[in-house]
């Protein structure tokens, strides 16, 4: 219940394409959605979140899309950059709770 | 402001032995999370301190211990190291206010290494 399950492992798209990355969850007291971005030998970096009243959060080229019925959110990335290689992390949490369940992680590679 | 720092950036160690591993919390923030991030898989919690006290602790054994400090530092210590120990260590402070507040900013990690 405490699980969040991200799909695909991996993903390729070209210069310019839409990447998507789905993720689903199970524990409906989850309430805050963050996705991060993370590259070799970094630490995660927070890309964008997303809170179950809205149904989508857009910034630049970066937008949450929610479910709440389906308990799923996915992220796209419009006009993907050959420096938008990178692993992305889906995750949840509980307002006022201590820990931050994540996701298996997408790598993400665009072809220039 | 400062980011999240973490040090060492790498650390090789053989099996048995013990690690101290350090962070320094954003300027601002109140509280810091540990997670272990074995390769290929995403960040798994550890535990949480806010205030200088254990706040929350994920699926991991007594050897994974912590402190904060009152500048909001912490550490992080494994003793009787294993093999499987092996991972990225990623510490993430955030500024808890009250009920909570859900933005974490990581730190670039250490790099453990367990022969």
């Known amino acids: 219940q405490q699980q969040v399950k991200q799909s695909p492992q991996s993903l390729i798209v070209q210069k310019g394409g839409i990447s998507i990355i789905n993720c689903a969850y199970e524990?409906?007291?989850?309430?805050?959605f963050p996705w991060y971005q993370q590259f070799p030998g970094k630490g995660p970096a927070l890309l964008i979140a997303i809170r179950p009243d809205v149904s989508e959060k857009k910034e630049g080229r970066f937008t949450i899309s929610f479910n709440k019925s389906a308990k799923q959110f996915s992220l796209h990335i419009m006009d993907s950059q050959p420096g938008d290689s990178a692993t992305y992390f889906c995750?949840?949490?509980?307002?006022?709770?201590?820990?931050?369940?994540f996701g298996a992680g997408t790598r993400l590679f665009v072809k220039a | 402001e400062t980011g999240v720092t973490q040090s060492p950036t790498h650390l090789i160690k053989t099996r048995g032995q013990q690690v101290t591993l350090r962070c320094s919390s954003q300027?601002?923030?109140?509280?810091v999370s540990w997670y272990q991030q074995a390769l290929g898989q995403g960040p798994q919690f550890i535990f949480q301190y806010y205030r200088e006290e254990e706040n929350g602790r994920g699926n991991f054994p007594p050897r994974f211990s912590g402190l904060q400090f009152p500048n909001y530092s912490s550490e992080l210590n494994v003793n009787a190291l294993e093999l499987d120990d092996s991972a990225l260590y990623l510490c993430?402070?955030?500024?808890?206010?009250?009920?909570?507040?859900?933005?974490?900013?990581f730190g670039p990690g250490t790099r453990l290494t367990v022969l």
């Open positions: 300027s601002g923030h109140n509280t």
């Open positions: 993430a402070s955030s500024d808890r206010q009250g009920a909570g507040t859900d933005t974490q900013y």
């Open positions: 995750a949840a949490s509980i307002t006022g709770g201590f820990k931050t369940i």
């Open positions: 524990n409906t007291a989850f309430d805050y």
